[in-house]
């Protein structure tokens, strides 16, 4: 594809996300950077990981984003008695016919709501991962394909702690991203308050359909990457395990106990692109890197017991990454 018609892909395709964000406004107030947070996780094929308090529209903000997408939308409470067949689904037996029959779990669907995540424990959480990582699910000796789009979306909440079981680290790498959803502003409170106190159904109207997505996918693999961004993404992987390798932060050695894995390196790649294709570009440009960087990096970075002695945050430590590493 040469580069005129691949901008023209571009330009045409991404602009019927523009229609989609304007869709959602309808409902959602504020919240921008969310939902282009989102929009990235679905064109790079990642899943994400949602932490903020109670009562922020996290529920509404993704089926509102799975109606625009004219998908299937399902919601998944986490408890401590969960099962993780009330997830994948179970097989049961047919009386009548003396045979089993296969129950699906809500886990097949396109949009998934993984609410509170971290209050079931270790073995049910585990349940997610084939389906995130392998797109399938195993229930008895049948494997089934999940269907497409499969996009997940879990929160936890950061207040309450007692009673909640944390994620294993293999799946907190899983997620393409951990966002931080914050308090509206006064505002957009005002406009959410004027909305939400006549009780009046919002309606989203479809706008795009699910092999949308996978045309946006097949172009966004064509961006334009130069190979000085590609080891820009690598030195900041790389700074993140080694930072005495780099002058400007040795003084971080010793307050990382473990640094971000390959999964790093493919996540900041995708998500540039997509950030990229969002902006409306064929090409992808430093500030797509940065734009995204705490985002993929903030779940993968393990601190020391100095880092914590010292106060030193995770943000803390990929803010200086991204100041000292030199920009290409």
């Known amino acids: ?21 304007t869709e959602i406004a309808k409902v959602i107030v504020g919240q921008d950077a969310i939902i282009n947070r989102l929009l990235i996780g679905l064109l790079a094929n990642g899943h994400i990981l949602l932490e903020g308090v109670p009562g922020l529209a996290k529920t509404l903000i993704i089926s509102t984003l799975a109606q625009a997408f004219d998908c299937v939308f399902k919601r998944i ?28 779990g809500p886990i097949f669907a396109n949009f998934i709501l993984a609410d509170e995540i971290n209050r079931a424990p270790a073995k049910v959480q585990s349940a997610l991962l084939e389906a995130m990582q392998e797109r399938q699910v195993t229930i008895g000796d049948t494997t089934y394909p999940l269907p497409r789009p499969f996009f997940v979306m879990a929160t936890q909440n950061p207040i309450e702690q007692e009673g909640t079981y944390p994620l294993p680290e293999a799946q907190v790498d899983r997620f393409l991203m951990k966002l931080k959803i914050k308090y509206p502003n006064l505002e957009e409170e005002k406009v959410i308050l004027e909305r ?29 990457m130069e190979e000085r961004l590609k080891h820009y993404i690598l030195n900041l992987v790389q700074a993140t395990r080694y930072p005495q390798r780099y002058p400007r932060i040795s003084s971080l050695t010793g307050l990382i106990q473990y640094g971000a894995s390959p ?11 997509a950030n990229a294709y969002l902006e409306h570009r064929a090409y992808v440009i430093p500030d797509d890197i940065k734009a995204i960087g705490k985002d993929v990096l903030r779940h993968r970075i393990i601190l020391s017991y100095e880092a914590e002695a010292e106060q030193v945050s995770t943000e ?12 290409p």
């Open 77 to 104: 409470q986490f408890t401590p008695d969960l099962l993780p067949a009330d997830i994948t689904g179970t097989l049961i037996y047919n009386q009548k016919t003396g045979e089993f029959t296969t129950k699906k």
């Open 196 to 224: 939400m106190v006549v009780e009046r159904e919002l309606r989203v109207h479809p706008v795009l359909k699910p092999s949308d997505l996978d045309y946006m996918r097949e172009i966004l693999a064509d961006l334009y």
């Open 316 to 327: 803390d430590i990929i803010t200086r990454i991204f100041e000292e590493i030199e920009v």
């Open 1 to 21: 594809m040469d580069i005129q018609e691949l901008n023209f892909r571009v330009a045409t395709s991404s602009a019927l996300l523009d229609n989609l964000r």
């Open 263 to 273: 999964r790093a390196t493919i996540f900041l790649a995708r998500a540039a692109k």
